[in-house]
């Protein structure tokens, strides 16, 4: 095997558990506790509002996919910045949705990384990345989105069982713990691969590190 093969995923997403009893009131009022950073969120993504029949542009920003996907195709380069831009709003993101699952009762920040560690690392395009395969990666991650379905529908179930222990306990159970993690590395791997664009080695099938 080469050094290759046993090089870890270039795309890592860890949560560190919380290993202490959990507020169960902010845990009781998740959903809106939520609202604030969520609309922060959808600021920075990108947001639209709708007012008499016209569609008014009133924030920028999102995920950068087709600019890299034009640069990779034409140019073989990934400009830096466009990779960190993109890095950090993913970590951004998934600190929230780490929240929104309970994953820890501390407020999500705009820019430390708190529990939710995630690296992704920049490639070297002419080396790591085909040119043409920004083209078809979406097609390629079609069985991942089928499995990721049913994996998130039981994340959700998951998170739902672990919101009545935290009520009662003041703890996150752990497998129930380690599940969700999984469901959001898998996830988080996908989006590496298929829309940052940021690696050609497929994902693996699999919740673990």
Do not use: C
Not at 42 to 54: C, D, E, K, Q, R
Not at 176 to 187: A, D, I, K, Q
């Amino acid at each position: 095997m080469t050094s290759h093969e046993n090089a870890p995923y270039p795309v890592r997403l860890s949560v560190d558990y919380p290993d202490r009893p959990l507020n169960r009131l902010n845990t009781l009022l998740r959903l809106l506790w939520v609202i604030p950073i969520s609309i922060v969120l959808g600021l920075v993504t990108g947001a639209t509002i709708t007012m008499g029949g016209t569609t008014s542009v009133i924030a920028a920003g999102g995920l950068l996919f087709l600019a890299p996907l034009v640069m990779i195709l034409f140019r073989q380069k990934y400009p830096r910045w466009w990779f960190d831009w993109n890095l950090a709003l993913t970590r951004f993101s998934t600190r929230v949705a780490a929240y929104l699952a309970l994953m820890d009762d501390r407020y999500p920040s705009t820019d430390d990384e708190q529990s939710v560690h995630l690296d992704i690392d920049y490639p070297d395009v002419p080396r790591d990345l085909n040119r043409f395969m920004p083209l078809v990666k979406w097609l390629l991650v079609i069985p991942h989105i089928v499995v990721l379905v049913f994996l998130a529908l039981g994340a959700i179930g998951a998170i739902i069982i672990a919101w009545v222990a935290i009520l009662f306990t003041g703890r996150y159970p752990r497998a129930l713990f380690t599940y969700v993690e999984g469901v959001f590395r898998w996830s988080t791997r996908v989006t590496g691969y298929a829309f940052l664009l940021a690696t050609d080695t497929y994902p693996p099938f699999s919740l673990r590190p």
